[in-house]
């Protein structure tokens, strides 16, 4: 009875120290209505989550590793839209929302009343121009064509205009998407090697930018040679690195390190924008981040900033070489040093329990169509070097010629089939029979997977499969009338190398992890949406959720 009563007031104390240990160290500091002082996104353009396991044993302790070891990883997450490219991605981070609702169908779509393709950060008619760029450079860039707003403009709306966004990325649309409408965006002008901004921001570069472009970093990298950054014979992971699939850098004869930067910029003309597929862009970016937080005091002040980094070489190079090739191996090697060196940095300024960060991506990519074709897997009976979209779209052509006497296809972009609505008007045609028609006739072409009416997306529901990714990409004033997305492997533009868009796993699974702050280790399988990411760091923020909010806050985690 005594032993038993001695063992039982142990047991007792064991259990009240587990428990002790096991409360947040910070839950009494922490009030759920305080928030972090800095939330930085980490969007890899094209970042497969694959990767990070697929070269796990050669990364460092403090980069990617330290992501997965420290933070919280969704294992089964997705983009809910089918138009997998840049600009709809980069939007439905911070919107909460899909193309259907954040209205960017596209990285580019038809327009019916300009009769034309507009860039989806194309400003039309707004006169904006470039600042700190070259005189002749386009500027009417801005983000007023993604119809909704952001995490950050809630916060900086909540308040009180006092938060600081900053969206920073070698392309225009990762810097601007990310940025808000009320935050500043930065990208790189590929011509001079500088960081410039459009009059929809600002008419003069802050200093701190312009003495960042006068360290003149490109010029420095240009001076480079792009070798593996580990013996190439230890790249087991990726194929030869010889070999007929990938594409080469202009004055190369072969897809094969090492890449001597010097003698394309000497013998070859080539200029900053080189740096665009190489790991060296992205390591600039974290430069500029540095740079960023430290010209803007982000996250020094009494409210939470927020800095979005649109790490681009990744789909320059994954578009060259495709995700089996040693230079995208060697380009997350390299990520992964200079996350490390940045979370270093953000550990020294401010604690890691005071910044949030999430790891996620704009899409995926697809292994190089005629790789898998020569491995044996169905690739939608494509002809290499030709594109597959193009095809389709003079097929659905001559179609529309011998049936009705004319073409009145107006254009084919992002998988949407833009047709002549005067037309159909003025011979008297209905316009669900023609979609219809033209639905069943794109089913019969070998390289199309699918096709759906725009009058079924306008009148119908679908909540799983390609129908539903198709829905979610589907805006009721911008898109086409039928959307046709291609079969499985099948490259749209058949311009060599690889690409994206399709709504395929390969496009549509990205990486998603958050980090830091009140972020516990561990990982889930539950589905998770690109669209939660809004609602869950506004909950951090204590903020309304964007305006076209669709997602739900990712709750696994949350204590
Ligand atoms: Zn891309």
């Known amino acids: ?10 047991g007792l104390l064991f ?22 002082d800095l939330v930085v996104g980490l969007i890899v353009d094209q970042m497969r989550p694959d990767y990070i396991y697929r070269y796990w044993d050669k990364f460092e302790e403090g980069g990617l590793k330290r992501l997965v070891n420290e933070g919280y990883t969704f294992r089964n997450a997705y983009f809910r839209h089918l138009q997998t490219s840049t600009g709809p991605g980069h939007a439905a981070q911070l919107t909460g929302a899909t193309p259907s609702v954040h209205g960017l169908i596209g990285n580019s779509w038809y327009v019916r009343e300009l009769d034309r393709n507009i ?28 119809l909704t707003t952001t995490v950050g403009d809630e916060l900086f709306m909540h308040t009180g205009e006092r938060s600081k966004t900053v969206g920073i990325s070698r392309k225009d649309r990762g810097a601007i998407l990310p940025a808000g409408h009320t935050g ?9 090697g500088n960081f410039i901004t459009s009059t929809f921001y600002m008419d003069q570069l802050p200093g701190w930018m312009q003495e960042f472009n006068d360290r003149n970093l490109p010029q420095e990298y240009l001076t480079r040679t792009w070798d593996t950054l580990l013996p190439i014979e230890e790249y087991v992971e990726s194929r030869a690195d010889d070999n007929p699939y990938e594409g080469t850098f202009p004055g190369m004869d072969s897809p094969t390190f090492p890449v001597d930067l010097a003698y394309l910029v000497e013998e070859h003309g080539q200029g900053p924008g080189l740096l665009n597929a190489t790991p060296f862009a992205d390591e600039l970016l974290f430069e500029l981040a540095v740079a960023a937080i430290e010209g803007e005091e982000l996250g020094r002040g009494d409210v939470t900033d927020m800095l979005m980094v649109a790490l681009s070489a990744a789909d320059a190079i994954g578009h060259r070489f495709g995700p089996a090739s040693k230079q995208v191996q060697d ?10 060196e940045f979370f270093d940095y953000l550990d020294r300024e401010f604690g890691m329990e005071n910044v949030l960060i999430f790891l996620t991506a704009d899409h995926g990519g697809a292994y190089v169509p005629e790789y898998m074709s020569d491995l044996g897997i169905p690739t939608g009976h494509q002809e290499f070097g030709v594109s597959a979209a193009g095809q389709v779209s003079s097929a659905v052509g001559d179609y529309l010629e011998e049936t009705y006497g004319e073409n009145f296809l107006l254009a084919f972009s992002n998988q949407n089939l833009f047709l002549d609505h005067d037309y159909i008007d003025a011979n008297g045609l209905d316009h669900v029979a023609v979609q219809k028609d033209v639905k069943r006739f794109a089913l019969s072409l070998d390289q199309v997977g699918g096709a759906i009416t725009a009058d079924a997306l306008n009148n119908q529901e679908f909540t799983i499969g390609m129908r539903a990714r198709a829905m979610h990409a589907f805006h009721q004033k911008r898109s086409g009338d039928v959307i046709v997305w291609l079969q499985p492997q099948t490259h749209g533009s058949g311009t060599g190398g690889t690409g994206h868009g399709s709504g395929w796993a390969y496009d549509t699974k990205i990486p998603l992890i958050f980090f830091g702050y009140d972020i516990p280790h561990g990982q889930s399988g539950h589905k998770a949406y690109v669209s939660d990411i809004a609602s869950t760091v506004s909950v951090y923020l204590n903020t309304p959720f964007p305006s076209g909010n669709i997602g739900n806050p990712l709750n696994d985690f949350m204590k």
């Not at 009875?1 to 142990?10: A, D, E, G, P, Q």
């Open 1 to 10: 009875m005594k032993r038993l009563t001695f063992f039982s007031i142990i």
């Open 119 to 146: 860039n989806v950060i194309e400003d039309v008619d707004s006169g904006h121009q470039g600042v700190g760029s070259q005189p002749d450079y386009p500027g009417e860039k801005s983000p007023a064509n993604m």
């Open 331 to 340: 380009y997350y090697l390299r990520l992964d040093r200079y996350m490390a």
């Open 184 to 192: 500043n965006a930065y990208w790189y002008e590929g011509s001079t």
């Open 15 to 36: 259990l009240i120290l587990y428990a002790c240990d096991t409360t947040p160290q910070n839950s009494a500091q922490k009030p759920h209505y305080e928030s972090p």
